[in-house]
Every structure is written in structure tokens, then in C-alpha cells.
């Protein structure tokens, strides 16, 4: 049974794509620029579009079967099992040599903000709560975060391309970080009835909600911890070399 409106549908699916497109042309992109060849990059991008887009086909499915229930006590709670499995699976991925270098290579942290950019997403959480579909405690700080990120998204990417905000862009990757989590830890609490709250957020589990947190979280999770690696890198590479200087003999 469809329980929002169909744009809300559209809205959820579309930002969602969205997300794993760009993550798609950042790794493309960054292939391109770590030297290693048009035709690998077009394989790294291609093959980062289906494992991202068969995880969202996959997770609609499971869903669309009631899969993703959150009553305690009555099956495997997959949700969670998804989250988590999904994560890994995209972290294990990062670490393979040409995805490792498409995500190091010049130019990679103004370009791992891209997929940010569709956390507008968050909107559809905020109406979901006007519409009293989900409850305050979730969707307030789930979607005012979500959408502060979007919004922030272009004005990191642009100073981080002009060489600065490495600073803002840790705060940045650090709040997203406990954005992403945070709206986990609620949307478990009161989806899962921990929390008592009316109406409960067992909405996630459905479509269209439930490739947020399944798709889009570990997806941008892993995003952020990249782009955490990323400053590191910067950082220790703007350091300077300190010399030590032998004295002359006599």
C-alpha cells in the first residue's frame, strides 16, 4: 500500500539515484585523473553504477515483500542487517587498487562532495512529518540535517577546488558523519518501538523511505570516511618538510 504521495515517490527515488550517479562519475573522474586510462575509468565508473543501482533495485524488492519489518520478536530484523551489510560491502569495495587510486588521485576531495549535493532528500522526511506520517523526533533533526548538508555542499566543494577549507571541510565530513548516525540511532529507536512515540517511524521499512537508509546512508556514510582519508592525506602533505642540518667540520 502506498502510504505518501507519489511525488514524494519521485522526490525519494530521484535524489537517491542521484546519489549513486555521481558517486559513479566521481570514481570515473577520479580514475581518469589517477592516469588510469579511459578505458579503465569507463569500467570503474559502469561498474560503481551497478553495484550501486542493483543495491537499490535489490533493496526496492525486498521491501516492496514487507521484508524490512520493524516489529521485535517477529523474524530477522534485515533493515538493520542491511545498513550494516551494505556499509561493509561499499567499504571493502574502496579498498580495491583502482577504486583505492580513483579515490586519492588529484582533485578527489572537491569531487567526493558531489553525491552531497542530493541530501535535499532530507525535504521529504520534513513533509512526511507535516503530513503526520513520521514522528518529530526522527524526522526534524533527519531532515534539517540532511538538507543543512545539501545546502553546504557547493560552498565546501568551492573552496576546497581553490586550494583552502580544509578546516571547514573536516566539520563538514565530521557533522555529516553524526548527521548519518543520528538519523539511524532515531529512525531504530522509534521505528523499532524502543522509543514510544506516535505515529513511529515503521514507515523507513516501506517504500519509498526505506532506500534511504538501506541505499543512501551507507553510500554517503562511506563517502564521508573517504573524504576524511582524503584530508588527512592534504594535510600531512602540507606540512612542511623539517630539516635537520649537520654542522660543517672545521
Known amino acids: 500500500m502506498q502510504h505518501l504521495p507519489a511525488y514524494l ?4 527515488y530521484a535524489t537517491v539515484a542521484a546519489m549513486a550517479a555521481a558517486t559513479a562519475y566521481v570514481l570515473y ?5 589517477a592516469g588510469l586510462g579511459a578505458r579503465r575509468a569507463t569500467a570503474i565508473g559502469v561498474g560503481a553504477l551497478v553495484v550501486l543501482g542493483g543495491w537499490l533495485v535489490a533493496s526496492s524488492v525486498i521491501a516492496g515483500q514487507g521484508r524490512y519489518h520493524t516489529r521485535l520478536g517477529h523474524g530477522v530484523p534485515w533493515l538493520p542487517i542491511a545498513v550494516v551489510g551494505f556499509f561493509g560491502v561499499l567499504m571493502t569495495l574502496s579498498r580495491l587498487p583502482s577504486v583505492a587510486r580513483a579515490l586519492s588521485a588529484p582533485g578527489a576531495l572537491p569531487r567526493l562532495m558531489l553525491p552531497h549535493a ?5 525535504i521529504v522526511f520534513v513533509i512526511a512529518l507535516l503530513l503526520g506520517k513520521l514522528p518529530a523526533l526522527f524526522a526534524i533533526p533527519a531532515g534539517a540535517g540532511d538538507i543543512a ?3 553546504a555542499t557547493p560552498w565546501i566543494t ?4 581553490d586550494g583552502s577549507g580544509t578546516r571547514a571541510a573536516l566539520w563538514f565530513n565530521l557533522f555529516g558523519i553524526v548527521d ?8 531504530g529507536l522509534t ?6 512515540v506516535s505515529p513511529s517511524a515503521s514507515l ?9 537508509p538501506t541505499v543512501g546512508v551507507p553510500l554517503l556514510l562511506a563517502l564521508h570516511i573517504r573524504s576524511l582519508v582524503a584530508l588527512r592525506s592534504r594535510v600531512t602533505a602540507d606540512q612542511p618538510t623539517s630539516l635537520s642540518a649537520t654542522p660543517l667540520a672545521a
Request: aromatic share 6%.
Open 149 to 151: 548538508v545539501s545546502l
Open 191 to 196: 521505528a523499532f518501538r524502543v522509543v514510544a
Open 9 to 12: 515517490w519521485a522526490v525519494t
Open 29 to 33: 573522474r577520479g580514475a581518469q585523473s
Open 204 to 212: 523507513n521499512s516501506q517504500l519509498p523511505l526505506a532506500i534511504v
Open 158 to 161: 568551492r573552496k576546497l577546488t
Open 180 to 187: 548519518l548516525i543520528d538519523a539511524l540511532v532515531l529512525g
Open 118 to 122: 542530493f541530501r535535499i532528500e532530507g
